[in-house]
């Protein structure tokens, strides 16, 4: 029970990890705002209450408490509305999980404004409009004197951290996801407030197609690295109050594998202590990089 009596607020919760993390939360004596759109993988198709209903049926069939929530998290409104039904529900926020989104996969040389608009907004807005909206709320509380000990739990991507091929849409968007963590964190943090991400990979109807293609299904009995209920202690650890020195970090999680990614520190540096000659620049960053890793490849490439 790392979570008795936090509210906690999950966007794109009925399905996939969001209900795994939820169901996680609730595990763990969460009170669980349960946020979904009801979308189809791309973002299309009419909205529907149903996915978000289903997780909150499967939470208080295990005991625990929970709401639905059908905003859309990508606008204004959707978005003080998720802040406002937990405090309705529960009195207030101390977690907020940003993980809702979709994919408008193509080569850059085909992809449509539309489809990098799109893709951006889910991902980008998505997380900071319910990230502005609970940041607010927070800092309101701390300056009525009251204690904050909040959380929030960002998802980026490998695709985000490494590339992805087919996917420049969104592996911006997921990598400007790493960038709102960053500046979260030291933003919020005067007001009690932690911010980090993490990097899941998981079978879910987004994944599911790449990894029957790449991956054998586990065998009877076997642990099914790709389950997306092994992403969720983490993320629900990361929501606690157990991780309070934990700010401004990035995940990755699969199976049973946790790794921090160590990601955009300086690296050999050259300074001559005035503006160099075009003709100079070639050998100082061959030099450089001769002393520099190798970059990580970017995933399906080669
Ligand atoms: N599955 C993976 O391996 C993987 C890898 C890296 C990152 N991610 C990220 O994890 C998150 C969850 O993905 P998933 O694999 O569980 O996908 P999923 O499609 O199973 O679930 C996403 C949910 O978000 C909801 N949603 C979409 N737009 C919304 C909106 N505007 N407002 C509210 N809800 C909305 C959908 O209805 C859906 O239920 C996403 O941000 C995804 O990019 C997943």
Redesign the pocket.
Known sequence: MICKDRVVAV??A?????RAHALEFARQGALVVV?????A?D?TGEASGG?ADDVVREIEALGGKAVADLG???TDE?AAGLVATAIDAFGRLDTLVN????LRDRMLVNLGEDEWDAVMR??LK?HFLPLKHAGRYWRAESKAGRAVDARVVN?S??AGLLGSVGQGNYSAAKAGIVGLTLVAAAELGRYGVTVNAI????R????EEVFAQTMAAPAEGEFDAMA?ENVSPLVVWLGSAGSREVTGRVFEAEGGKICVMDAFRHGPTADKGARWDPSEVGDVVKDLLAKAPAPEPVYGAG
Do not use: E, K
């Open positions: 966007t794109g009925g399905r996939g990890l969001g946020n979904d759109l009801g979308v993988r973002g996915p859309d998290i990508a959707g993980n809702a989104g979709f889910v991902h998505g998802t991507s490998g990097a899941p990979a998981a879910t109807r987004m994944t997306p």
